[in-house]
């Protein structure tokens, strides 16, 4: 199902007012003679999206089968409730509510759901702007704005749109005749401002969403801090920066930080480093690896770094601490 954009945009609703347009002072003229400065944002765009496929709401039984799949068009799922997996060609990772997840065109993943029932919010579209790429990393936990820019982007097109019937050469949706232009344009613009949204949240510009906005995702601390103690668990072999965390949870770093240290009366990537050094006994006791070994293993970037880690937690450098293993068991 495919849109064609409308210059309805286009034209200047100010021309009484704007009389000369310097283009190189990037300035307007206004009748009684004042300069104003412009700022040139015209055909600056990170996204765009040319059409949309599909886009519904469901909800899986249990009897959901999990298969392979692979499209030529790209898909957007906001978890509404439960939890599950989604895997790709990357990793596996956990989903659960609130959570978006990307499945590019042309790349084989699959989805199951660990709960009863799983609500799912679904957009598929065809969109190959390179900035793309940022949302195949993992899944990410979208802010309270974001959330509702996106459902407002799948009701408009669920309203817009009629589906296919089982006899017709394609499957899928199709806009309904005598859509009108804005609304079309609407769509496009919506998702793209979505888009934009999220990944400037996740390289860490802060200008499209409020500080407060993000923070609302979780109202229980005690379950965010429960949720970012598992992250961090499964992301052991990862270099993570506290940005990392906070861009995956959709939440500010004030805010995480002060939550999470109320409730372990630790810093975050103290934590961290607490349960990397943990594992990081287990596999000198365990496992006949060298230190830079297990240094590389547990995501440090350098044997030196892992040392001084290491002694910091434990108080003995993973020499002494291999040593004193040896000895204890030469005692038993």
């Known amino acids: 199902m495919f849109f064609v954009k409308s210059d309805i945009f286009a034209k200047s609703d100010t021309q009484e007012v704007c009389t000369e347009v310097n283009s190189d002072k990037n300035s307007v003229m206004s009748a009684d003679g004042k300069d104003f400065n412009t700022n040139i944002i015209e055909n600056i765009k990170a996204f765009n999206v040319s059409a949309v496929v599909s886009a519904y709401y469901y909800s899986s039984k249990p009897k959901f089968e999990p298969r392979l799949e692979k499209y030529s068009f790209s898909q957007i799922m906001l978890m509404l409730d439960g939890e599950g997996v989604y895997k790709t060609e990357c990793g596996e990772y956990k989903i659960s509510k609130g959570m978006m997840f990307y499945r590019p065109a042309n790349k084989t993943s699959t989805y199951e759901w660990r709960s009863d029932r799983a609500g799912?919010?679904?957009?598929?579209?065809?969109?190959?702007?390179?900035?793309?790429?940022?949302?195949?990393?993992?899944?990410?936990?979208?802010?309270?704005?974001?959330?509702?820019i996106l459902l407002d982007v799948i009701k408009t097109c669920a309203r817009s749109c009629e589906l296919l019937k089982f006899n017709e050469p394609f499957r899928g949706m199709r806009f309904k005749p005598g859509t009108p232009d804005v609304v079309l344009g609407f769509i496009s613009s919506s998702l793209e401002r979505f888009l934009s949204m999220v990944y400037c949240r996740l390289r860490g510009i802060d200008l499209l969403v409020n500080e407060s906005q993000k923070a609302n995702v979780y109202i229980d601390s005690s379950k965010l801090v429960e949720d970012v103690i598992s992250y961090l668990e499964d992301n052991l072999s990862k270099r993570l920066t506290i940005r990392d965390v906070?861009?995956?949870?959709?939440?500010?770093?004030?805010?995480?930080?002060?939550?999470?240290?109320?409730?372990?009366?630790?810093?975050?990537?103290?934590?961290?480093?607490?349960?990397?050094?943990?594992?990081?006994?287990?596999?000198?006791?365990?496992?006949?690896?060298?230190?830079?070994?297990?240094?590389?293993?547990?995501?440090?970037?350098?044997?030196?770094?892992?040392?001084?880690?290491?002694?910091?937690?434990?108080?003995?450098?993973?020499?002494?601490?291999?040593?004193?293993v040896s000895k204890r068991r030469m005692i038993k």
């Open 120 to 148: 799912i919010a679904l957009i598929s579209f065809i969109c190959h702007s390179e900035a793309m790429s940022i949302f195949e990393e993992e899944p990410t936990m979208l802010c309270e704005e974001e959330v509702h």
């Open 246 to 324: 906070c861009a995956h949870f959709g939440v500010s770093q004030s805010s995480l930080t002060k939550k999470f240290r109320t409730e372990t009366r630790c810093g975050l990537m103290e934590y961290f480093n607490r349960m990397k050094t943990e594992r990081a006994e287990k596999l000198i006791r365990e496992c006949p690896d060298s230190f830079a070994e297990i240094s590389e293993r547990l995501g440090f970037s350098s044997s030196g770094y892992f040392s001084k880690v290491f002694k910091k937690q434990t108080g003995m450098t993973p020499t002494e601490y291999s040593k004193y």
